[in-house]
């Protein structure tokens, strides 16, 4: 059964054509990766899943219930990672949980803990690196009662070593905890290594170009980013992409 | 204590050249005493008079202190209004701006003839030039709220009351410290103006009675308890603000980083 259903949605502002006919699902538990070009209507696409915003036709349902223009079924967690600065870690972690339920306490010191993040729930954003926030971001979605997560590039601002350890990081938790997720990124690599499948998006206005299933196993080890089969999909995805003339990360 | 001498030394410095080089040129120009007295003579002034002086003192704090708490309660009140009301904002934000270009001097009079001499009038001043600055910096940090963290929590089903009170409130709490800081020291000039028109007690009485007896070392003590009102009340909100605000803004940690 799928999770989230995209049917034909389309959206325009005007004369200005963002979304047409974009139809896609993810399954319960799935990884799914949205790869594309920048300003190819990713953001439109968010705000449309998660409710906030009105496509101009088609619909959205999850767990086969309609969702379209009806916020509170998704968690949503922004490339920047967006903590409240007056919040310490703990309180941060819990938002999600006081939008719409009560405050499970001892789940987030679990999280915090796994997450690497021991002996700094009672600090301050501030107080962080840029990979910690991310991660504090992610565990507040992972927090949220809604059973769909969308990340949107959450890794773009962080240095290429710091990437690889918080996508090792966002694997081990997936893996653990079995959620569904929307992963937006324009970085092929990080896409192949964490989806299990990839949705490729044309340049605007944006509609489903091309899916492919991507098999390897898991849990996924970090050798198989040198392996000659990963160089081969990389190289499929590459094509496909630069078939629409759009510059992407390679 | 020791970071503040640190930090504090040059301008303190400053001010005791200023005061050695008047005290010098007063003795040295032979100024009389009635068109520019001396730091000492103020001083002397200052004790000497003091028994005199406490009375309007005190009830000066008091009109400050009740002006500057209804003005910024309705400061607070009318930003909190406009901004969730945006039919409310678009028709009133330009004529709070207009409003501010209207000089009080010219504006009190009226209220006196409108209201008496009595206390409403003068809280009324008090107010006028408060909840200004508290308004538009409150807007503002309203206005500023992470877009990132409203979209989380509007696709999260956040209702228009969590991310007010959850995130656009906290968000604008520094803003409104600053609009404070300046309302404080606004809300001192307002209360003396508003005594200049017409009051029994108060520095403004105290002041207007001194310069129309020529009595300039009068005027010259008034002028220094008024600005060391002003500063002692800037400290009390910033002492409030380090208080209540324990992480640091934005913009000051870019600032240190």
Known sequence: ?250 | MRSFLQKGWRPILVIVLLLLGWQLSTIILQIPEWLLPSPTQIVREAITGWSIFSGHITSTIQLIFIGFIIGSSIGIFVAIALHLVPILREAFYPLIIISQNIPTIVLAPLLVIWFGFGMLPKIIVITLVCFFPITIALLDGFRQSDRDLKHYMQMAGATNRQIFWKLEWPHALPALFSGLKISATYSVLGAVISEWLGASEGIGVYMTLASSSFRTDRVFVAIFIIVILSLLFFGIILLLEKGLIKWKPKEERERHE
């Open chain 1, 1 to 250: 059964m799928s999770k989230l259903e995209v049917n034909a949605v389309s959206k325009s502002f005007g004369d200005n054509e963002v979304l047409r006919d974009v139809s896609f699902s993810i399954s319960d538990g799935e990884f799914v990766s949205l790869l594309g070009p920048s300003g190819s209507g990713k953001s439109t696409l968010f705000r449309i899943i998660g409710g906030i915003a009105q496509p101009s036709s088609g619909t959205v349902k999850l767990d086969s219930k309609e969702i379209t223009g009806k916020p509170g079924s998704i968690s949503y967690t922004p490339q920047s990672p967006s903590l409240m600065p007056w919040r310490t870690i703990l309180n941060n972690v819990l938002l999600g949980q006081e939008i719409t339920g009560s405050r499970d306490e001892h789940k987030a010191l679990e999280m915090i803990e796994r997450a690497g993040l021991k002996g700094y729930e009672n600090s301050y954003p501030h107080e962080l690196s840029g990979g910690m926030k991310q991660r504090v971001s992610f565990i507040r979605s992972m927090l949220s009662p809604q059973g769909l997560i969308l990340l949107d590039e959450p890794f773009s601002a962080l240095d290429e070593f710091t990437r690889l350890d918080m996508q090792k990081w966002l694997l081990s938790i997936w893996e653990l905890y079995q959620r569904s997720i929307l992963f937006v990124t324009h970085n092929i690599e990080e896409a192949l290594f964490l989806s299990d499948r990839i949705i490729i998006l044309s340049a605007k206005p944006a509609s489903v170009k091309k899916e492919f299933i991507i098999p390897f196993k898991r849990p996924r080890d970090e050798r198989i980013l040198l392996s000659e089969e990963f160089l081969q999909w990389k190289k499929v995805i590459y094509e496909e992409m630069r078939q629409q003339d759009v510059s992407v990360d390679y």
